[in-house]
């Protein structure tokens, strides 16, 4: 079978029939060997038995949302390519021609652009349509260097056997970010058709929750990019205390009328301590990804892995911030000496406490997470098979048989060998 359109549905009985209609006769056009899956969700208004009187094959998904139900119906299809849509009735599924013929050219993901296609009056919400899509598509080409214009196109055509390798398994609305992101990271052939997007055909409400699936979409956006999550703002962080730091260490600074003194410092101070720790996140999380299959591998880190971090470097790049820390409190110590161990200037005493104790932090944050990144390296080795005593037994008196049916064919052939040798001395005779 060529292909496969799957269909997620939850109490679609006033439209899935329609969508299940239309697309048997767009195969029967375009002359497909095709099915369509209906990836049910638990409905209770009798949507399974008009998708089966349609034509449809129902497959029961019991895990409930709808990247459940997709993955179920994913893996359910028959289809060498697979197709997905609503069952809304806001798709036209007799367009997946163009679809199947980039699929058939190699792509791995083909995806609709909705923007590009044409959005019907009143078919998304407008806060969707001018906020809530555009920025998160924004956000996913932005952290994920994807070229795909509508990250969220429900209508889109993919190789089966390509997206079950990205391991895909977020249960909610964000399964659309979360094929797109893992697709591009495993530098698939992803490629864009425009289509249409029309007014469902429904009197009730969406499944779509605006802010909380748009806040999930964003939050796997987030969580799959440590980068953008926490390498480049803590960068920024401890890029600014480290200049405010610098240049409020020797005196106050003026900008005009305001003064930045001491004050300053310890906030720039702060800043480095959150920067140096957000940069340590990023690194424990990549390392940690990438060790459990979920990001692939990247070449920048394991550079770094293998070539300049080792747990011992770790520990002397730790000790030495740890010393200048202990340098900077000795001095400390040193300057209330020389006041008679009573009050100090407070614009004097923090130019050396701050800066020490900042080197003190650092050195324990880079410490510890060097221990943590040499216990994430721990490779798990796996358990010896347990062996079924009734299949060793099996096995040997098998063994057994095998050794005597050998030694029987052996000594008929000796047997037969003499047998000839006498015929033969005989006939000489």
């Known amino acids: 079978m060529e292909l496969s359109v799957v269909m ?11 969508c299940v209609r239309k697309t048997i006769q767009f195969f029967e056009d375009a002359g497909i060997d095709g099915e369509v899956v209906i990836a049910d969700n638990g409905s ?47 798709y036209d599924f007799a367009t997946l021609g163009p679809f199947l013929d980039d699929l058939r050219d190699g792509a791995d993901l083909v995806m609709g652009n909705r923007f ?21 598509s924004f956000v996913g080409r932005l952290f994920f260097g994807s070229k795909i214009g509508d990250f969220h196109c429900g209508l889109r055509a993919f190789n089966k056997e390509s997206i079950m390798r990205l391991g895909l398994q977020t249960g909610g609305m964000e399964f659309a970010s979360e094929m797109v992101v893992k697709a591009t990271l495993a530098k698939y052939d992803i490629r ?3 289509t249409t997007l029309s007014p469902d ?25 440590p980068r953008w999550l926490f390498l480049i703002p803590g960068l920024l962080f401890m890029t600014l205390g480290l200049v405010a ?27 480095m301590v959150i920067g140096f720790q ?32 080792s747990l011992e470097r770790g520990l002397v790049f730790g000790g030495l911030l740890a010393l200048a820390g202990v340098v900077g409190l000795v001095a400390s110590l040193l300057h209330w000496r020389v006041n008679s161990f009573g009050e100090l200037d407070p614009r004097e005493s923090l130019r050396l406490v701050v800066p020490a104790a900042v080197a003190l932090m650092m050195s324990f944050q880079a410490i510890f997470a060097s221990l943590f990144i040499s216990i994430l390296g721990i490779r798990r080795r796996q358990p010896p098979l347990s062996v079924d005593a009734a299949d060793e037994a099996a096995d040997v008196v098998d063994a057994a048989a095998d050794q005597a049916r050998r030694e029987r064919e052996s000594a008929a052939a000796e047997k037969a060998a003499a047998e000839k040798k006498a015929e033969s001395s005989t006939t000489e005779s």
């Open 8 to 18: 997620p549905c939850l109490n679609e009985a006033e439209t899935v029939e329609t």
């Open 44 to 90: 209770t208004d009798g949507s399974q038995q008009l998708a089966r009187d349609a034509g449809a094959r129902v497959v029961p998904v019991v895990d409930k949302g709808y990247g459940n139900a997709l993955i179920g119906g994913i893996r359910a299809a028959r289809g060498r390519y697979v197709a997905m849509g609503d069952a809304d009735d806001s």
């Open 116 to 136: 590009a296609g044409g959005i019907a009056p009143g078919a998304m919400p407008p806060l969707h349509r001018y906020l809530g899509n555009p920025v998160l």
């Open 192 to 194: 864009e058709r425009p």
């Open 201 to 225: 055909g429904r009197t009730r409400a969406p499944h779509l929750n605006t802010w909380r699936d748009g806040w999930r979409h964003l939050r796997f956006l987030m969580l799959y990019s």
């Open 245 to 271: 730091g610098i240049a409020l260490a020797f005196g106050p600074v003026r900008v005009g009328e305001i003064a930045f003194d001491v004050d300053t410092l310890v906030g720039a101070g702060a800043a």
């Open 278 to 309: 957000a940069v340590i996140f990023a690194l424990l999380t990549k390392v940690y990804a990438m060790h459990e299959g979920f990001l692939p591998p990247d070449n920048r880190v394991q550079n770094i892995m293998n070539r300049w971090w």
